[in-house]
Nanobody
Framework: QLQASGGGLVQAGGSLRLSCAAS????????MGWFRQAPGKERKFVSA????????YYADSVKGRFTISRDNAKNTVYLQMNSLKPEDTAVYYC????????????????WGQGTLVTVSS
């Protein structure tokens, strides 16, 4: 129900934009989030966005570099990643939830499959 795409290999300092297309309806009723899991590490919260897109939330590690947005007409949420660092290398997952608290606490209702982002130094 959630299909993430846009991952790939990029050099440090570069940019990527991830997309997550949702078949959940109505899409605008869901809070959306992005998470990542680096090799050998636990999955962590990256960013979340409210239903309207008016409120956004970020992990400290990505503030000022990543931007989450959504297009409710296209049932899609995005993660624009700039100034990428090798430590951003991970599988990125999108998720949908009924509350921001649930999403940011890594308790969404739905998880998508991941897309791999590799940042080379």
């Amino acid at each position: 129900q959630l299909q993430a795409s846009g991952g790939g290999l990029v050099q440090a300092g570069g940019s990527l934009r991830l997309s997550c297309a949702a078949s959940l309806r109505p899409f605008s009723s869901y809070r959306m989030g992005w998470f990542r899991q680096a090799p050998g590490k636990e999955r962590k919260f990256v960013s979340a966005i409210s239903r309207s897109g008016g409120s956004t939330y970020y992990a400290d590690s990505v503030k000022g570099r990543f931007t989450i947005s959504r297009d409710n007409a296209k049932n899609t949420v995005y993660l624009q990643m700039n100034s990428l660092k090798p430590e951003d290398t991970a599988v990125y997952y999108c998720a949908a939830g009924d509350s921001i608290a649930g999403v940011t606490a890594m308790r969404p209702a739905y998880w998508g499959q991941g897309t791999l982002v590799t940042v080379s130094s």
